[in-house]
């Protein structure tokens, strides 16, 4: 399994991502990996907590840019997935963040239960840089959790998120020393693995229904709007100036 590593031990199942020459991003293939270890997280009598993790320097750098601005429906129908099974995931996951995380790797954060982090971690939601707009709900979960300034300031810019930014964000829960990290988080989810998994199945059930009711229809504004801004010239030119080794020029073209 090139693109994960999974280790359980005594209750926790600990899914890595090991994409370390892509930067930890996630292609098609690798979400659909993701959603997999997932659902058998789901099905194991033996898993009572999850705990995601990235390795000592990045968290995930989003999904890969070449599928990302050059998308089919097979490709959307993954990157979409991977949210789609953290929501439906039962179970408590806990997330361990050190370094970037960006884009998809944000909002997989979003739909962890608890996420501590690194001093130093930093995070991004680039979509307008690329020519996009915000997907995963994150239009709905950045705007609920940080108020409609500070969600309009980092979707609006694309500007870097710090470790404390992000905690008073509501993307995580708290901030420790960058090599404690996931010690930190597994220290935690052994906590959990020791109470009783019915009360926390029931209790998450409680905390995401209404969750998901609002979610709904963030959802498909965001699918909408999402194919349109694929088709534009913003777009277009961000995926050219990717290819082509520089920055993105969008002075010329006209709004759309």
Request: with cysteine; charged share 20%.
């Amino acid at each position: 399994m090139a693109d994960f590593s999974v280790n359980m031990n005594a209750g926790v199942c600990h899914i890595t991502i090991t994409r370390p020459t892509k930067r930890n991003t996630l292609d098609a293939q690798a979400c659909i990996t993701f959603v997999e270890l997932l659902a058998q997280a789901q099905r194991d009598p033996e898993v009572r907590v999850v705990v995601l993790s990235g390795s000592d320097t990045i968290f995930c750098a989003g999904t890969d840019i070449t599928e990302n601005l050059q998308r089919t429906q097979a490709t959307q129908a993954a990157f979409d997935a991977v949210i789609q099974a953290l929501i439906a995931f039962d179970k408590p996951v806990l997330a361990a963040v050190r370094g970037p995380s960006l884009g998809i790797g944000v909002a997989m954060l979003y739909y962890c239960d608890i996420v501590y982090c690194g001093k130093k971690a930093l995070f991004s939601m680039p979509f307008t840089a690329l020519g996009l707009t915000p997907e995963y709900g994150l239009s709905k979960m950045v705007a609920q959790r940080a108020g409609f300034h500070k969600a309009a300031e980092k979707l609006f810019l694309s500007e870097p998120i710090d470790a404390m930014e992000a905690y008073d964000m509501g993307i995580v829960n708290g901030i420790v020393d960058d090599e404690k990290v996931l010690e930190e988080t597994l220290s935690r989810a052994a906590r959990l693995t020791t109470l009783p998994l019915g009360s926390l199945r029931a209790t998450k059930a409680l905390l995401r229904q209404s969750l998901a009711q609002e979610l709904s229809g963030a959802f498909k504004n965001e699918q909408t709007t999402i194919a349109d801004r694929l088709q534009s010239a913003e777009a277009q030119e961000a995926c050219q100036a990717f290819q082509e080794g520089r920055k993105p020029d969008f002075s010329n073209i006209a709004s759309e």
